[in-house]
């Protein structure tokens, strides 16, 4: 079954890349590229997502419970933009990861530059 294997695949990658992320500082995005050159689109969007998720919890921790979301979106207040692109690729990584839809190339690779714009304009 496809969307099993796919998801349950989808889901270690996620709990490896927080696991990762969380203990040391890489290069981000490195994971997603490596997926994508590899051909493997599904998981290319789902990493780059992860890799954003990892990035902004570790860089801009906060003391009370904030849902990510409502985090990312004060990152990028007044960026009408990027925070269009940002719901995309979350939407898509949505439907990778739950088996609605298979990413293609171009998908991947758009996934991979949104989050790689976000990190070039917030990174330290």
Do not use: M
């Not at 990762?20 to 500082?25: D, G, L, S, T």
């Not at 689109?41 to 990493?47: E, M, N």
């Not at 990028?76 to 949505?94: A, T, W």
């Amino acid at each position: 079954n496809y969307r099993y294997s796919n998801s349950r695949f989808i889901e270690a990658l996620r709990s490896f890349l927080c696991k990762k992320y969380a203990v040391e500082k890489t290069c981000v995005l490195e994971g997603a590229k490596r997926l994508f050159k590899s051909g493997e689109y599904d998981a290319a969007v789902v990493s780059a997502w992860t890799e954003l998720e990892a990035y902004v919890r570790r860089e801009y921790p906060c003391k009370n419970f904030t849902p990510f979301i409502a985090r990312l979106n004060d990152l990028i207040d007044g960026e009408s933009q990027l925070r269009h692109d940002l719901i995309q690729v979350r939407r898509l990584r949505n439907e990778v990861l739950h088996g609605v839809v298979k990413a293609r190339e171009k998908d991947a690779k758009r996934a991979i530059d949104v989050v790689s714009k976000f990190l070039s304009k917030h990174q330290i």
